[in-house]
């Protein structure tokens, strides 16, 4: 094998994804380990992002992964870390000395490091702490008494501020004399004397505006502050909403105590709507691609409990009319159309609702109007697949009444589907209870009983 690295620079033909990690450096990397090469491991990473670092690592094995990050050694740049998956992030932590997380934590904004630090084990913790300088321990150790879901957590506790009565030019030289700021930073907060923050100004703006102008005369407009206790979920909306790039974080007497940046709000967000996705599929909020066949299993298995109990209640259904399915065969056959038609537009319904709920846009001034279309949307799609089912049973068994029963059935199932779609989940975050975890059990269950009773029940009224 050749020990020339791949190159890196040519740029992903159209069949390639455009950010995928390249094949090559895959292989590269894979028989690096495999044959314990560390130059040659430490050379082909070199011009990789941390990114790409990250999902390389996310997608080996354990046992390749700790081979590794053995193999890499103390040499080992740890800005990977913070681009990891929180439970291979785990794993590698604990891989991992002391003295190199001490190293990858160093020149980081603090709340970097209270997402790497927040997990650790207290005597791991407290070695990485060590390897800080006495106020970014303090920064740290003080976020770290905030609640984990809050703002306290997502925010960077250094925030560049300047005093009302400063110039564009007192904030440059200011800036320009400063061998501290921020990795990142949007605004200048402007601050009150008794540190409450009245103002930002963006950096563009400063670029672009003479030396001699007051930065309190180039305040943007309409300050939005964030209350240092407020659930981090309630942020990620508030950027989302109003289109935020930055926002001062507040105690409660409204003193400026940090700032929360575009990333680390829309890392949130991203999060929320990955929770919701795998909630709504009955998977544990907390699964990833990398855990374990125990931890999946373990994470999956109660909500397949729960999804058994409900089939139970819909083949109780089913035993009431076991004379009639007998006396009429082919109702047997039918039965799973109605019941999967009724489940999927049950499904459409909730996953709006549910999306709808976690942006606020389905609230108690909108509720009806949504609640009404979507039954009326479950009556059209029943009639119109009423038509084609019951003529798809006609010519199947030949018989026009069953047909009839058939379709009356699929009406019915669409209406009540759409209605339960919307309203389990409103019912469920009115009760306080999280809408994407149980709404999913409770609208497949109504579609399956409603579906069968009145599939069977029709049949039996009709046709015997």
């Known amino acids: 094998m050749s020990d020339t690295p791949p190159n890196f620079d040519s740029q992903p033909t159209q069949d390639q994804d455009a950010y995928a990690l390249d094949a090559a450096v895959v292989e590269a990397l894979l028989n690096a380990v495999a044959e314990g090469a560390r130059e040659r491991l ?9 990114a790409d670092i990250a999902d390389f690592i996310e997608q080996i094995g354990p046992v390749e992964r700790r081979n590794l990050l053995t193999l890499w050694g103390p040499q080992i740049d740890a800005d990977f870390l913070f681009e990891l998956e929180e439970g291979v992030r785990d794993e590698v932590m604990e891989i991992l000395s002391p003295e190199q997380i001490a190293v990858a934590v160093q020149e980081r904004d603090t709340d970097d490091l209270v997402y790497l630090v927040e997990d650790m084990e207290e005597e791991a913790q407290e070695a990485v702490l060590d390897a800080l300088d006495e106020a970014d321990r303090v920064a740290v150790e003080q976020s770290l008494q905030y609640p984990e879901d809050s703002a306290g957590r997502l925010m960077q506790r250094h925030v560049v501020t300047a005093p009302q009565h400063w110039t564009v030019g007192d904030a440059i030289d200011f800036m320009r004399a400063s061998d501290d700021l921020p990795d990142q930073f949007y605004d200048i907060v402007i601050i009150d004397p008794r540190h409450k923050p009245v103002g930002e100004v963006r950096l563009g703006k400063i670029m672009a505006t003479p030396r001699w102008v007051k930065l309190a005369d180039m305040m943007e407009e309409g300050l939005r502050t964030i209350p240092v206790d407020q659930t981090s979920a309630d942020v990620a909306y508030a950027f989302n909403q109003y289109h935020m790039i930055q926002a001062p974080v507040v105690d409660e007497n409204g003193r400026l105590v940090g700032v929360i940046t575009i990333d680390d709000a829309m890392d949130v967000l991203e999060d929320e709507a990955e929770e919701d996705m795998m909630r709504l599929a009955g998977l544990g ?10 931890e999946t299993t373990r994470q999956r298995f109660p909500w397949l409990g729960v999804n058994l109990i409900t089939a139970v209640f819909a083949s109780i259904v089913i035993s009431f009319f076991e004379d009639t399915i007998a006396a009429i065969v082919a109702l047997a056959v039918l039965m799973p159309i109605v019941a999967s038609m009724g489940g999927n537009a049950g499904t459409q319904s909730l996953t709006v609702a549910v999306r709808a709920l976690a942006t606020r846009d389905l609230t108690g001034s909108n509720a009806y109007r949504v609640v009404r279309r979507e039954v009326l949307a479950g009556l059209l799609n029943g009639l119109a697949f009423a038509v084609i089912i019951g003529v798809v049973g006609v010519i199947w068994f030949g018989s026009p009444m069953l047909g009839v029963v058939l379709g009356i059935s699929m ?22 209870a999280d809408p994407a975890l149980a709404s999913g059990a409770f609208v497949t269950t109504v579609t399956d009983v409603v579906g069968f009773f009145s599939f069977l029940g029709l049949a039996g009224w009709l046709l015997l």
């Open 42 to 50: 430490i050379e082909t990473l070199e011009p990789v992002h941390p």
């Open 285 to 294: 909020a907390e699964e990833e691609i990398t855990d374990s066949v125990w």
């Open 411 to 432: 009406v019915i199932n669409m209406v009540v589907a759409g209605l339960a779609g919307i309203l389990i989940p409103i019912g469920l975050e009115k009760a306080g």
